[in-house]
């Protein structure tokens, strides 16, 4: 069973080489992002040493780490899980030897890998030589990061799920869909970074998953979490990975309930 999830990771990145020319024009549009954020940052600081306890390196390379890192984590579960609720496909999955949302996990991770090796990584080295990325030599601080970057795929993947699976529940989650990517995208960090949110934001946001899918991975990786306190960053993805497999769980339980009672 283990070697048949592990085929499905490499069929999915098999299946993204096949669209990699789609992958080679995104480097080019998240470098581009990388710059209009740099260049924007450069006239707020405008000489600045320290604005939210950030200096004007670290947010220069906490921008490249976190587009970067996103390209990795981004995923269409969400859309893939809706589209076969909507075409009834997901009923096959019910009589098939496996579990359907470690499937879709296996396939995130496949496409996850492929854009690991051929869109997060040379976009980093581009994004290093067009801009003043000052990566860290550590490498200790490297290791933590690749696990961290991992759990935020997990996590990130998760709330894809959730919000593919409430397709059962609701005649269209295309709506559902735009606000969660938007949601992911503000409140991880990767548009504004969370400690320019205002304090009653900071302390709403630290009751919710999203910033430890960019801005904390980041913000070790940049070395603005002390080293006595990584341990406590490494924590809060890993009580978020557990929460979020609750309501998946019952999501599904209920999901093939319904299936079951509207479909005989």
Do not use: H
Request: aromatic share 16%; glycine share 8%.
């Amino acid at each position: 069973m283990n070697s048949a999830y592990m085929e499905l990771i490499r069929i999915r990145f098999l299946t993204m080489l096949a669209y990699r020319v789609n992958y080679y024009s995104g480097i080019l549009i998240y470098t581009l992002n990388i710059g209009v954020y740099y260049f924007t940052w450069q006239a707020i600081y405008g000489g600045q040493g320290t604005l939210a306890g950030f200096t004007a390196d670290q947010m220069t390379t906490y921008i490249a780490v976190s587009w970067m890192a996103r390209a990795f984590y981004f995923n269409n579960l969400d859309r893939e899980i809706a589209n076969e609720i909507r075409d009834g496909s997901v009923a096959i999955q019910f009589i098939r030897p496996y579990n359907y949302i470690i499937v879709k996990m296996m396939q995130g991770l496949g496409e996850g890998c492929f854009r690991l090796l051929l869109f997060m990584t040379p976009g980093l080295i581009i994004a290093c030589l067009l801009f003043p990325v000052k990566l860290p030599t550590d490498p200790k601080l490297w290791i933590i990061f690749a696990w961290m970057l991992f759990m935020s795929f997990l996590i990130n993947t998760q709330i894809n799920i959730i919000t593919g699976l409430s397709a059962f529940f609701v005649e269209n989650n295309e709506g559902m869909m735009r606000m969660k990517r938007v949601i992911v995208d503000l409140f991880s960090g990767v548009i504004v970074p969370i400690s320019f949110f205002p304090g009653w934001l900071i302390t709403l946001n630290e009751w919710l998953p999203f910033q430890a899918i960019t801005y904390l991975p980041s913000s070790v990786f940049t070395g603005r979490v002390p080293g006595d306190e990584i341990l406590g960053v490494l924590l809060v993805q890993v009580v978020w990975l557990v929460a979020l497999s609750i309501p998946i769980l019952w999501l599904w339980r209920q999901a093939r309930q319904r299936l079951f009672v509207q479909g005989g």
